[in-house]
């Protein structure tokens, strides 16, 4: 066990990765330069060859990375900022999510792109995106959403290794953070797979990326009060593990959706109402979503602290769908 | 004119009249409704077409886009399936999935087409690095309008592939027009190959109704790339007789009135078949070549039309390489 860095855990996922394919290789602004710390040693080990900067031409090396991975290749692409996949938006979804359905199943495109979530540090609306709802509703691509170290490097790992495209969303709140990660054994996480990170009976938590360790911490102090909370991690948003989500409501009753994107269309949405569609029967509470507002992301810190899910939101989701009476709804009043 | 020279030159031409009368059955198939939806026809610039993909190897690459039912078949692809799949069916290329916009024939280097202007240009980049990293010699030819020389996927690409001397020809089919708007009315330039030198690559300028100035300036540019040499820009100068589409209503219809005329002086393949008589290939064969095209593509539209459309839940496979799951009733779809 070595204990290592959400930021190591990526770079050792790639190093792995590189060293036991030949066909996978980097690409991305300033990967020389090691910006964050994921690429350390890579490119003296590698050859720059295949630890490949670019120029600042979003559109240019994604779509580079579709075309490669058409022909054998198995690029992983650092887009760094998430928002920087905004100039590429028409490679990556004409052409990364499209490509293998248009032409009948003919191309492969095994490709990942590492974007971070880089909210909650004062870099205002155009760097603090969280775009991943908006690309869950592309079909094609797949999401993974990392929680903690151990996590990003098994899901970083496994997506190398997928034959489709895989966009990995890592939580910028989470890079400093430090796990025991075992080096004697292959972590892999399966891509698809949600995870029970507690158990409990009387609340279902769905939190994703940096918000889970804060649904954690809700429900380790709501337990004092003698309330059980589960916490799930979707671990990959597409495709959704419905399953898993839907087995936990149908015991407790009562969903929070958490999610640090804005609220409409959030991946938060969509697990409300999939849990709305598929298990209605089952809440006994109103189901609630804890996100980000639709307001864009200001600069000035304390107007930015307010804005994200955080432990106090969580707590107060809970304590509201807790205290909620049926008997006591409109609905039932009315009938 | 040696024995080597004279196949070529009919395989030149076999395939300029291949494209050609492939294009006028689907136009024609296509405005009574046999064919659904747009297509986009490029008679007129058969020439730049065969002689870029003939300079290629069967296993170079090669990216096309929306105008593009002759890059395929200039590449070697069957007529069979490129029919069907723009009749939308099983059968076709990309089993119905494509249609005329995005054909795709892998087994023949044909890495697909692209329907939003300029959008394959980084495709062709990234194959060609694909296949300089594996190390292999393989080229990629990169198939686009005037139109896409104003998109920012064309500087994108042209940077990276110079920058880091990939094997890539960059193929501009010039025919003057971007959908309905001349092409010089929204460049400050007067050439795309003007560009080239932004990016300290060659850039070239050829007759694009020449099927054989083609062939070789294209046949120079991929000896250069396999070589190690990097990218060329080349502008073939041509023309398409038709208004934008088929099927896309009258709003697309121009008058193009002397210009169109005197571009059909110069049409590629009546150009090319006279020479082929004064370089005393035999007018029989010439005809042999004409008839064998014109059973060819019959018997592609009869594969076509005889051809099933695929099963519903064939909608769902190929999004991801496992099949999706089938959407349940009643909230998914009928």
């Given at each position: 066990?070595?204990?290592?860095?959400?930021?190591?855990?990526?770079?050792?996922?790639?190093?792995?990765?590189?060293?036991?394919?030949?066909?996978?290789?980097?690409?991305?602004?300033?990967?020389?330069?090691?910006?964050?710390?994921?690429?350390?040693?890579?490119?003296?080990?590698?050859?720059?060859?295949?630890?490949?900067?670019?120029?600042?031409?979003?559109a240019g090396f994604i779509g580079a990375a579709a075309g490669a991975a058409m022909v054998g290749m198995r690029p992983i692409v650092d887009v760094t900022i998430a928002s920087f996949i905004y100039p590429a938006m028409d490679q990556l979804v004409s052409i990364v999510a499209k490509s293998r359905y248009l032409y009948g199943g003919q191309a492969r495109l095994p490709l990942v792109l590492r974007l971070s979530l880089f909210y909650g540090n004062s870099t205002a609306a155009q760097h603090s995106d969280r775009p991943y709802p908006m690309l869950m509703a592309v079909p094609g691509l797949k999401i993974i959403v990392p929680s903690n170290a151990l996590e990003?490097?098994?899901?970083?790992?496994?997506?190398?290794?997928?034959?489709?495209?895989?966009?990995?969303?890592?939580?910028?709140?989470?890079?400093?953070?430090?796990?025991?990660i075992p080096d004697e054994e292959e972590v892999l996480v399966p891509i698809g797979k949600a995870a029970v990170r507690?158990?409990?009976?009387?609340?279902?938590?769905?939190?994703?990326?940096?918000?889970?360790?804060?649904?954690?911490?809700?429900?380790?102090?709501?337990?004092?009060?003698?309330?059980?909370?589960?916490?799930?991690?979707?671990?990959?948003?597409?495709?959704?593990?419905?399953?898993?989500?839907?087995?936990?409501?149908?015991?407790?009753?009562?969903?929070?959706?958490?999610?640090?994107?804005?609220?409409?269309?959030?991946?938060?949405?969509?697990?409300?109402?999939?849990?709305?569609?598929?298990?209605?029967?089952?809440?006994?509470?109103?189901?609630?979503?804890?996100?980000?507002?639709?307001?864009?992301?200001?600069?000035?810190?304390?107007?930015?602290?307010?804005?994200?899910?955080?432990?106090?939101?969580?707590?107060?989701?809970?304590?509201?769908?807790?205290?909620?009476?049926?008997?006591?709804?409109?609905?039932r009043a009315g009938a | 004119m040696t024995r080597t020279d004279a196949d070529l030159w009919r395989e030149l031409y076999r395939r300029m009249v291949r494209i050609r009368t492939f294009e006028d059955e689907a136009g024609r198939l296509a405005s009574v409704g046999e064919i659904p939806g747009a297509l986009h026809t490029a008679a007129g610039q058969e020439g730049e077409v065969v002689g870029a993909c003939m300079a290629l190897r069967r296993d170079d690459y090669m990216v096309g886009n929306h105008r593009s039912h002759g890059h395929p078949i200039a590449k070697g692809a069957a007529l069979r399936p490129l029919m069907a799949e723009l009749f939308g069916k099983r059968t076709g290329v990309c089993r119905g999935k494509g249609g005329s916009m995005h054909l795709a024939d892998f087994s023949v280097g044909s890495l697909g087409e692209t329907s939003i202007v300029g959008s394959g240009m980084p495709v062709a980049v990234g194959a060609a690095l694909g296949a300089k990293l594996k190390g292999t010699d393989r080229v990629?030819?990169?198939?686009?309008?005037?139109g896409a020389s104003n998109e920012g996927t064309f500087h994108e690409s042209l940077n990276l592939a110079a920058i880091w001397r990939l094997p890539v020809i960059f193929l501009c089919e010039n025919n003057g027009y971007g959908a309905t708007t001349r092409a010089s009315t929204v460049?400050?330039?007067?050439?795309?190959?003007?560009?080239?030198?932004?990016?300290?690559?060659?850039?070239?300028?050829?007759?694009?109704?020449?099927?054989?100035?083609?062939?070789?300036?294209?046949?120079?540019?991929?000896?250069?790339?396999?070589?190690?040499?990097?990218?060329?820009?080349?502008?073939?100068?041509?023309?398409?007789?038709?208004?934008?589409a088929v099927n896309l209503g009258p709003g697309f219809a121009i008058d193009r009135g002397?210009?169109?005329?005197?571009?059909?002086?110069?049409?590629?393949?009546?150009?090319?078949?006279?020479?082929?008589?004064?370089?005393?290939?035999?007018?029989?064969?010439?005809?042999?070549?004409?008839?064998?095209?014109?059973?060819?593509?019959?018997?592609?539209?009869?594969?076509?039309?005889?051809?099933?459309?695929?099963?519903?839940?064939?909608?769902?496979?190929?999004?991801?390489?496992?099949?999706l799951p089938l959407p349940e009733s009643p909230s998914g779809c009928a």
């Open positions: 066990m070595a204990r290592k860095s959400f930021l190591e855990a990526i770079r050792d996922a790639q190093f792995e990765e590189m060293k036991r394919d030949p066909s996978v290789f980097m690409m991305g602004e300033d990967l020389a330069t090691n910006l964050f710390g994921t690429t350390t040693g890579l490119a003296e080990a590698f050859g720059t060859e295949r630890v490949r900067n670019t120029p600042i031409s979003e990003v490097k098994g899901l970083l790992k496994s997506a190398v290794r997928d034959d489709d495209p895989v966009l990995c969303f890592e939580d910028a709140g989470l890079w400093s953070s430090r796990m025991e507690r158990e409990g009976r009387d609340v279902t938590v769905v939190a994703l990326a940096a918000s889970v360790s804060e649904s954690l911490a809700a429900a380790a102090e709501l337990a004092k009060e003698g309330v059980s909370v589960e916490v799930i991690d979707p671990r990959t948003l597409a495709p959704l593990d419905v399953e898993t989500i839907l087995r936990s409501v149908r015991k407790t009753g009562r969903l929070i959706a958490v999610d640090p994107a804005h609220r409409t269309c959030s991946a938060a949405s969509e697990i409300a109402a999939t849990v709305a569609e598929r298990a209605f029967g089952a809440l006994r509470a109103p189901v609630l979503r804890v996100t980000a507002p639709d307001t864009h992301v200001p600069f000035s810190p304390p107007l930015e602290a307010r804005l994200f899910p955080n432990k106090a939101r969580i707590l107060e989701a809970v304590r509201t769908v807790i205290g909620f009476d049926p008997a006591a709804s409109p609905r | 990629t030819l990169c198939f686009f309008g005037d460049m400050a330039v007067a050439n795309v190959a003007d560009r080239a030198q932004a990016y300290a690559i060659p850039g070239s300028i050829v007759d694009g109704q020449d099927v054989v100035l083609v062939y070789e300036e294209v046949l120079a540019a991929a000896e250069r790339a396999r070589r190690g040499e990097g990218p060329a820009l080349i502008e073939a100068k041509t023309y398409r007789y038709a208004d934008h002397e210009e169109l005329a005197r571009w059909r002086q110069r049409d590629p393949i009546a150009l090319f078949k006279a020479r082929m008589l004064e370089a005393a290939i035999a007018q029989t064969e010439v005809a042999l070549i004409e008839a064998q095209v014109a059973a060819e593509v019959a018997d592609a539209v009869e594969f076509a039309r005889s051809s099933p459309f695929p099963s519903f839940e064939e909608a769902f496979e190929d999004v991801f390489v496992e099949r």
